[in-house]
C-alpha cells in the first residue's frame, strides 16, 4: 500500500498536473478548490488572482517528486459549487468541439447546439445566482469557447427575466452560444493574439458578425431570430454599432438582448490586456451607457436582477480589508453598504476614498 503526505508549497512554486491534498478554502471557509484537483496553469492563476499564499499539494512518500500517480478523492462538500463548476467543464468541452466542427465544415450541427442547450446550459440556469457563479470560474484557456458559454448562460437568465419560455427561450441561448460563431473563420493569429488588437486587425475582427451570419444563413434548423442576433449583436441604439449601423427600430430584439448579455460577459471577464471589472462597476457603467446604446428596458431588467444577487457577497476592499454586502443603495450599484470582518460598517457611498476592487466569493 502507498502512503501519501500532504505537502504545503508557496503559491509560486505549485506546478501544473500537481494534485491538492487539501481543500483550499477562502477566508470565510468556503472551499474554493476541492482534495484531488489537478491543477492546470488557469487554476493556479486563479489562486493568484484570489491571493492564496500556498497550497497543500498530495505526495507519495516513496516517491515524492511523482505527481501523477491517481489517488483516491473525497467527495467534497461544497455541493453546489461543483455541480455548477462540473456543468461549466463539461459544456466547455463540448462546445469546443462543436466549434472545432464548424471551423471545419463551415456548418453549424444544429442538433449538436441544441443538445449542448439542452443537457449542458439549461440545467445551470437551475442554480440560484448563476450569473455570480461565472465569476467563480477562472480563465479558461480559450476567450472565445468561455465567452460563448457565458453569453449563452447570460441570455438564458435574461430571457427567463423577460418572460421567454420554449423553444423561444432555447433559441435565445443558441443565439447566445452561437453569436460569436463568426470567430471560427477569423485568422487565429488575430484571433488568440495576447494584447491589443491594431487598427488593420480591429477591422478584421469586426467582419466576425457578418462572417458568422454568413455561416448560418441558410441553415433551415436555425429560426431568423438566431441568424438575426449574431448579425446584428454589435449594433447599437444610436446607430453605432456594425456592421451596417443600424439604429433602434431596425434592431432585431434577440441581437438587443445578446447585446445586453455580451457587453456584461465581456467587460467582467478577465483578459490579458484588461483587468476584469467587478460586477458592481460593471453594473455602474452599463447603466450609465445603456440609454444611447444598449436597449434600455432590456438592460434595466437584467441590471435589476443582477443587482439582487449582490447583497451576502464577499468582497476585497481598496483599503485592503475584506468585508461583505449587506445593503445596496438605489442608484449606485458599485458603492453599496458593506460590514467589514472586524465589523465596521462602511457607506461606500458616502466614503468615496475606499472601493471594491474584487469579489472574494458570492
Ligand atoms: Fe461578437
Redesign the pocket.
Known sequence: MTDYIQKRYGIDDVLPGMEVGKDVLTDSGQIMLTVGTILTESIIEGLKCWDVPSVFIQEKISTPKSIDVPVVKEIPLSKSQRKFCNQYDETMSQIKKTFATMRDSKEAPFQELKQLADQSIFPMLESVGVINHLQMIGQQDDYTFQHSVNVAVICGMLGKWLGYTGAALTDLVLAGLL??I??TQIPLDILNKPGALSAQETEIMKN??MLGYKLIKDNKNLSPNIIYAVLQ??ERMDGSGYPFKVTKDKWHEYARIVAVA?TYAAMTAQRVYHDKDTPFAVVESMNNEMFNKLDPHICTVFLNNVRNYFVGNFVQLSDGRRAEVVYLGQFIASRPTVCTQDGQFIDLERNKNISIIDIIET
Do not use: L
Open positions: 453569436h460569436d463568426g470567430k466576425h458578425s449583436h454589435h455580451d
